[in-house]
Each structure stands twice: as C-alpha cells, then as structure tokens.
C-alpha cells in the first residue's frame, strides 16, 4: 500500500485552540505506530513538518516503510518556519531524516518562496499526485491519512484541503486523532 500523509503540527505554546498538544505527542506517537503494525504499507509520502509528519516519518522507519518527503521551500527554511519554530527537539529528527531521504533521492523540494500562500496547498497537490503516481508504479492500492483533531478551522486549513483534495480523487482516507 502506498499512503499519503499529512496532519497537524503541534500546537503553538500559547495556542488560543488544541489541535495537536505538545504533550499528546506521546500517544499520537503510538497510535502512527500502532497504524502502521496493521497496515501492510510499502511507501509513505508527506512533508517533514513538525508533528504528524515527522512522527510518522519515524514510524514508517520502523517497519522498513520507504519514505517520500516533499517540501515547499528549501530544507532549512522550511526547519525554520516549520520544525524547529515549534522547539529545537524537532531539528533532529527532521535533519537525519531529510539526509537519509535525500541521500536515497526520495525527497522533492518545490522551491517556493516564503510569503507564496499557495506553497502548503501545492505541497498536498504534489503528495497526492507523486502516491498516486507510486501506486501505478509498484501495483499498490493507495490511501490518504490525516492526523488531526478532526475538525476543519476554516477556508485557510491546509489539513482540511488534504482530505477533500484526496476524497476528491477516490482514496480511502484514514484519520488518526491528535487529541
């Protein structure tokens, strides 16, 4: 199975609404691992950002899953804006990461600029497309799974336009709850 991923980073410290607590980061942690021990998954792709991305880069690691990371800027803008912003625990993992995927040529980094609004939605455009595309490839049905709350905040959630997006294109889609 080919799985396309995205979810919520964890919570701002002083986040005015919990959508991913910092101290559930321990049971989310689980149940990606707990998801990925029932699941026969070949190829996980999503982005590398604080949260459920590299929470579930790390469990796909664990079962031997290949991994796709996609990035809309350059990789240390993007562990500026969307790892280490959120505490410096998350700079390590994202760098051996993003070392090993890029030294297998397994990460795509989109290039685009800060202040572009379209960056995050063309990210899950091009998670979507590049699992789609690796489920042709390896004969592999292919699934979306979203790590989230499970409510959308508004027009301008990138999670939520992961899941239509998705729906939209017929996949299964998963959620895993960061509460």
Known sequence: MVIALAGRRVDAP?????????????????????WFSRHDVHTL??????????LALTAAEKFGVQRHVILPFPREQFRTVSVVDRGSEWGAPFDAILDEVEAQEKAIILGYALDNEAAYLETNHVILELAVSLGHQLDQPVSAV?????????????TAAFQKEAQG???????????
């Open 45 to 54: 792709v999503c982005s590398a950002a604080c949260g459920a991305d590299l």
């Open 169 to 179: 294109r017929g996949l299964g889609v998963e959620e895993i709850s960061t509460l």
């Open 14 to 34: 002083k986040a005015d609404t919990a959508r991913f607590p910092l101290a559930n980061v321990p049971q989310v942690r689980k149940r990606l691992t707990d």
């Open 146 to 158: 979203i790590v989230w709350d499970g409510a959308s905040r508004g027009d301008d959630d990138i």
